[in-house]
C-alpha cells in the first residue's frame, strides 16, 4: 500500500459524459502528478500540481482538467468523453525537497466509455 | 513514452537471473528508475540510479547505467514467482519532475 488513494475503482460511463476522478496523496507529500495508462498509448504524463499550483502539464487534453485543493487532494475532471479515453488513470504523489523525486502511485481508476 | 524503449516480453525460469533492459534518449536524465506494476494494481518504485553512477545493488537488484550508449537495465537474481510482473523504465530530465516511462517488459516467470 503506497499511501496514495484514489476514488473511484472503476468507472463505467458513455460518451459525452463528463467524471471526476479524485486521489489523495500521502500525508506530507506536496506534489500529485496526473498519469493515464491505454494499451495503446502507454503511460503518459498528464499533469503535475504541486501545493495548490500547476507546476508542470504533459499530454493533456483540453477536454481534460486538473486542480489541487487546499487539503492538497487533486481531482481530474474529464469531459465530453470519447471511447478513446478509456483507459486506467493513475494519481501519484512524491515529497518535497528532494531530489529523487520519488513517485509513490495510487492503485488506479479503470474508466470504461461506452 | 517514444523516448524511452524497452523490449516486450521476457520470459525466464524460476531461480535464473532476469535481466531487463532500456533505452532512452536524452543525455540530460538525471534520475533513471525501475517500476513494477502487478496486475490490478499501480506501479511501485523498485529501485532508481543517479546519472552520475555506474551501477546500484539492492538486495536481489541491480542496476547499471551506460550514460554514453544511454542504456540502462535491471538485473534481479533467483527470479521468483512473485517476480512476474510488468516492469517499467522511466526518466526524470533536469528540467522538471515529470517522468517519462517506457512501454513496458511483460516479465515471466515459470516454475
Known amino acids: 500500500d503506497s499511501g496514495v488513494t484514489q476514488t473511484p475503482k472503476h468507472l463505467i460511463t458513455a460518451t459525452g459524459q463528463r467524471v471526476t476522478l479524485r486521489c489523495s496523496p500521502r500525508?506530507?507529500?506536496?506534489?500529485v502528478y496526473w498519469y493515464q495508462q491505454s494499451l495503446d498509448q502507454g503511460l503518459q504524463f498528464l499533469i503535475q500540481?504541486?501545493?495548490?499550483?500547476?507546476?508542470a502539464k504533459g499530454n493533456i487534453l483540453e477536454r481534460f482538467s486538473a486542480q489541487q485543493f487546499p487539503d492538497l487532494h487533486s481531482e481530474l475532471n474529464l469531459s465530453s468523453l470519447e471511447l478513446g479515453d478509456s483507459a486506467l488513470y493513475f494519481c501519484?504523489?512524491?515529497?518535497?525537497?528532494?531530489?529523487?523525486?520519488?513517485?509513490?502511485f495510487g492503485p488506479g481508476t479503470r474508466l470504461t466509455v461506452l | 513514452g517514444e523516448d524511452v524503449e524497452q523490449s516486450l516480453f521476457l520470459s525466464v525460469r524460476e531461480g535464473d537471473s532476469s535481466v531487463i533492459n532500456c533505452t532512452y534518449t536524452?543525455?540530460?536524465?538525471?534520475?533513471l528508475y525501475w517500476y513494477k506494476q502487478e496486475p490490478g494494481a499501480g506501479l511501485q518504485l523498485l529501485t532508481y540510479?543517479?546519472?552520475?553512477?555506474d551501477m546500484k545493488q539492492d538486495q536481489r537488484l541491480t542496476v547499471l547505467l551506460n550514460k554514453k550508449d544511454k542504456h540502462l537495465s535491471l538485473r534481479i537474481a533467483d527470479t521468483q514467482t512473485g517476480d512476474s510482473a510488468i516492469y517499467f523504465c522511466?526518466?526524470?530530465?533536469?528540467?522538471?519532475?515529470?517522468?517519462?516511462f517506457g512501454g513496458g517488459t511483460r516479465v515471466l516467470v515459470k516454475p
Open positions: 501519484a504523489s512524491s515529497p518535497p525537497g528532494t531530489g529523487v523525486n520519488e513517485q509513490f
Open positions: 500525508s506530507g507529500d506536496l506534489s
Open positions: 500540481y504541486y501545493n495548490g499550483e500547476e507546476r
Open positions: 536524452d543525455s540530460s536524465s538525471t534520475y
Open positions: 540510479i543517479f546519472s552520475n553512477m
Open positions: 522511466a526518466e526524470r530530465r533536469a528540467a522538471g519532475n515529470k517522468l517519462t
